[in-house]
Nanobody, 114 residues
Framework: VQLQASGGGLVQAGGSLRLSCKAS????????MSWYRQAPGNEREWVAG???????TYVDAVKGRFTVSRDNVRRMTYLQIDRLKPEDTAAYYC?????????WGQGTLVTVSS
């Protein structure tokens, strides 16, 4: 089971990015997916989730700016981030649970300049 995140980069405040996470080794459509982020010096925090049925949830701090989605055919989950702020600077990780264990992607770095 492997998750591979991509799409991070350097962007100016107010811009947008779409992060992607490719899953392999699992029947993707059966699994809930989550996105986390970890800013320098901070603990990793959950920011968004999408169930296998497509229901989405967000931490209050990102509601209205982050959109999580999935494509079961491509085995992808996406995190669209709009109106980026410097405080969004972090490494972003996708995660699922497989047989009771957390499976993490390698992280993709988002840097927002002011």
């Amino acid at each position: 089971v492997q998750l591979q995140a991509s799409g991070g980069g350097l962007v100016q405040a107010g811009g947008s990015l779409r992060l992607s996470c490719k899953a392999s080794g699992i029947n993707f459509r059966l699994y809930d997916m989550s996105w986390y982020r970890q800013a320098p010096g901070n603990e990793r925090e959950w920011v968004a989730g999408i169930t296998n049925g497509g229901s989405t949830t967000y931490v209050d701090a990102v509601k209205g700016r982050f959109t999580v989605s999935r494509d079961n055919v491509r085995r992808m989950t996406y995190l669209q981030i709009d109106r980026l702020k410097p405080e969004d600077t972090a490494a972003y990780y996708c995660k699922t649970q497989y047989r009771g264990a957390d499976v993490w992607g390698q992280g993709t770095l988002v840097t927002v300049s002011s």
